[in-house]
């Protein structure tokens, strides 16, 4: 596995192009803000950001109907009830523009082995700047029907004692014994982040609709992050495992499962590209001074 180092001043990021153009570290000086890859790691799921295109998290049954038509594509290996993020982290995407503090890449992907059933073309552009890192996704329906299609970022933070968030959001969606969401609810106790609290040992794996766009995580003696999406980017994952030295927050265009509509007014489910149509949208991660958990 290959690795492309950017550099801005004390900023360290490392992205690996074979490897669905992840991102394998990012540091500032020694300091690691995402979890790190292990060296000569060949398991995408072990890397510090994954992309998730052309679909974020879950897909019911690996299975869907569109335009009339029923698709079963790859379950996951793991939880293997269903299909997840998507099919461009598998694959190897080609470096357009490689200079010392940016990186950009781009996947032509055409359907094959039930990975997903629609063309599309991808492309993914890492920016790093002395004080954080700013990334802007793409995905063109590059077939010659309507497709659905989505975007998503799947950073791995690292988490310490104290760690602790802030967002704020309308809703969100609880899952059924299948960990698929099926209804929406006010964020209320353990799932509100409007006021900054730590994380808890309760495992936290659901989506925020209606959230502002920004998180805010703080840990004692770390630096303070900041994550910021573009409006493209209307969801958020949060998911907290129990135990474990990190948690993701995660970007997303869409609620898990979006391509099945639920009929819940307050789900707009997944975009639609015309052929030559695009979604695009921007990620800042900013980092700030170290400090300590505040509300």
């Not at 000569?40 to 299975?63: H, K, M, V, Y």
Request: aromatic residues 10%.
């Amino acid at each position: 596995m290959t690795l492309i180092v950017l550099q801005a001043g004390d900023v360290t990021a490392a992205i690996a192009p074979q490897m669905g153009a992840s991102l394998a570290y990012l540091r500032d000086g020694a300091l690691s803000l995402l979890r790190e890859t292990p060296a000569g790691e060949t398991d995408e799921r072990a890397f510090a950001a994954l992309p998730l295109i052309p679909f974020s998290n879950r897909i019911r049954g690996a299975q869907f109907v569109f335009d009339g038509r029923t698709y079963t594509i790859a379950r996951d290996a793991e939880d293997p009830r269903h299909a997840l993020h998507g099919t461009a982290r598998f694959y190897s995407w080609e470096v357009l523009d490689r200079r010392e503090t940016s990186l950009c890449c781009r996947l032509d992907y055409t359907p094959q082995n039930f990975d997903w059933p629609f063309a599309y073309r991808a492309v993914q552009t890492f920016r790093l700047r002395p004080d954080g890192l700013h990334v802007r996704m793409r995905i063109e329906n590059t077939g010659e029907t309507a497709a659905p299609a989505g975007l998503g970022w799947h950073p791995y933070f690292v988490r310490v004692p104290g760690t602790a968030l802030n967002f704020d959001a309308l809703y969100v969606w609880e899952k059924d014994a299948a960990d698929i969401p099926d209804h929406a609810v006010p964020d209320a106790g353990r799932f509100n982040f409007a006021r900054t609290h730590a994380l808890d040992e309760s495992a936290i794996d659901n989506d925020y609709g209606g959230w502002g766009g920004k998180v805010k995580i703080t840990a004692p003696g770390r630096p303070r992050l900041r994550l910021s999406a573009s409006p493209a980017f209307t969801h958020l994952v949060l998911f907290t495992p129990a135990g474990k030295p990190f948690f993701a927050a995660e970007p997303v265009s869409h609620r898990p499962d979006a391509i099945h509509p639920n009929g819940d007014p307050r789900d707009a489910g997944m975009c639609i590209l015309a052929p030559g149509e695009a979604l695009e949208g921007t990620i800042d991660l900013e980092i700030g001074r170290v400090g300590s958990v505040s509300s």
